[in-house]
């Protein structure tokens, strides 16, 4: 949904739909919730945002936002940094992300569990988000001049992927410190 076309009310209904989704998950939580929470009617939210779905899209194209503008911040300073410092910065702003207000993990992979219809249009959001993020790496891997960017650019994923869920289950002793010392030895075997 466009920013231009937030209404206050439709503002609100998508931070709250926000909360519930990530916390309580997105089938669990029914409009009626939503819409009452938010105080609104379900009239109103369905004619800002015209169905459960759209409204799903909307959170995640939120979140979306918001991760890519958090990313940013620790981004925009190391710009003209080596592309292995642009590399593990994105470490350090996941650290910074998982350690605030998201101890459930990463919202998209929540909501591709629960999306399990290959047709819905919150499972292309997701999956752009991610084919994003790789490409990001790659990028920087490119930059480092390495051969088979593509390869370690889909390993990186993979570390980003492991420590938010790890992160979550509170499995993981080390944390980002062990995802980025991996990813320096990665870093250094393709030298």
């Known amino acids: 949904m466009a920013e231009t076309k937030m209404t206050p009310a439709a503002l609100k209904i998508l931070e709250t739909a926000s909360h519930l989704f990530y916390w309580k998950g997105i089938h669990s939580i029914g409009v009626e919730t939503i819409a009452s929470e938010a105080g609104v009617t379900k009239k109103t939210l369905y004619d800002r945002f015209g169905s459960k779905e759209q409204l799903i899209v909307a959170y995640l194209n939120e979140r979306d936002r918001q991760w890519k503008e958090h990313l940013n911040t620790y981004l925009a300073p190391v710009q003209e940094a080596e592309p292995d410092v642009k590399i593990l910065t994105v470490f350090d702003a996941l650290e910074a992300w998982l350690s605030t207000k998201n101890r459930r993990g ?3 992979v929540n ?3 629960e999306l399990t219809e290959e047709d819905h249009p919150g499972r292309d959001v997701i999956i752009e988000e991610k084919r994003w993020l790789k490409n990001l790496f790659r990028t920087f891997i490119e930059e480092l001049g390495m051969e088979q960017a593509q390869e370690l650019a889909e390993r990186l994923l993979v570390l980003h992927e492991g420590i938010t869920v790890t992160h979550s289950m509170n499995l993981s002793t ?8 991996t990813v320096r030895l990665l870093l250094q075997q393709r030298k």
């Not at 080390?174 to 010392?181: F, M, P, Q, R, T």
Request: aromatic share 8%.
């Open 174 to 181: 080390n944390g980002i410190d062990s995802v980025k010392e």
């Open 106 to 108: 990463c919202a998209f």
């Open 111 to 113: 909501a591709l569990a």
